[in-house]
């Protein structure tokens, strides 16, 4: 799934999801809980407290 | 990483802030060393500025509109211009208790209404490099 096909399902611009990804930016729980939704996870195995980026 | 649409406005605002509101205030800063203190006097010259900042922003944002597709404002736009807009607005503050305390001490009214336009400028220029900042760097640290 390229970052555009998700920004566009959780309602998001690219680059948002960019940052997420590059840990530049917390989401808020809506939009963590429509991330996790897309890829059908718990939250918790999506997000977790002071991850690094990879 | 590609700008967004936001991140390219706000380019857009503050470039074109500092070049059209900077040249006010060095030609009003000449006019101020040469004894102009009637507030009239600026007014044909801040007219101008204000006219051509709209155009050289309407003129920007088609231009970046046109040549990439706008993707609308989200959650870390609203949150990045409130973050930056708090750290900013101190200056505008400054530059009312600086007119203020000029009206106290009864300061030609020119130069009231320049250190209020200058805190405002000053405030707004500071809001577009903490949201360019935080665009590029994050919000994190």
């Known amino acids: 799934m390229t970052q555009q096909e998700l920004a566009d399902q959780i309602g998001v611009t690219r680059q948002t999801v960019n940052a997420i990804e590059g ?12 991330i996790a939704q897309v890829f059908d996870k718990p939250l ?3 997000f977790q407290y002071g991850a690094q980026p990879e | 990483m590609h700008a967004s649409f936001e991140e390219k406005s706000v380019w857009i605002q503050l470039v074109s802030t500092v070049a059209v509101l900077g040249a006010y205030f060095v030609v ?6 040469k004894g102009v203190t009637t507030v009239i006097a600026f007014v044909p010259l801040f007219i101008v500025p204000v006219a ?27 949150i990045i211009e409130w ?15 600086a007119a203020l305390t000029g009206l106290v001490v009864s300061l030609d009214n020119v130069w009231i209404a320049h250190m209020l336009l ?19 760097r994050g919000m994190e640290k």
Request: aromatic letters at 8%; one cysteine or more.
């Open chain 1, 23 to 34: 840990c530049k930016y917390s989401p808020s729980l809506e939009v963590a809980f429509r």
């Open chain 1, 44 to 46: 918790e195995d999506v």
């Open chain 2, 118 to 136: 200058l805190s405002m400028l000053l405030s707004e220029v500071a809001r577009f490099i903490f949201q360019l900042v935080y665009y590029r």
């Open chain 2, 28 to 33: 009003a800063a000449l006019m101020l060393s």
């Open chain 2, 83 to 97: 973050r930056a807009e708090s750290n900013s607005s101190w200056i505008l503050g400054v530059g009312v208790l």
């Open chain 2, 52 to 78: 051509l900042l709209v155009v050289v922003l309407t003129v920007g944002h088609v231009v970046v509109a046109i040549t990439a597709r706008p993707d609308g404002r989200d959650e870390r736009d609203r």
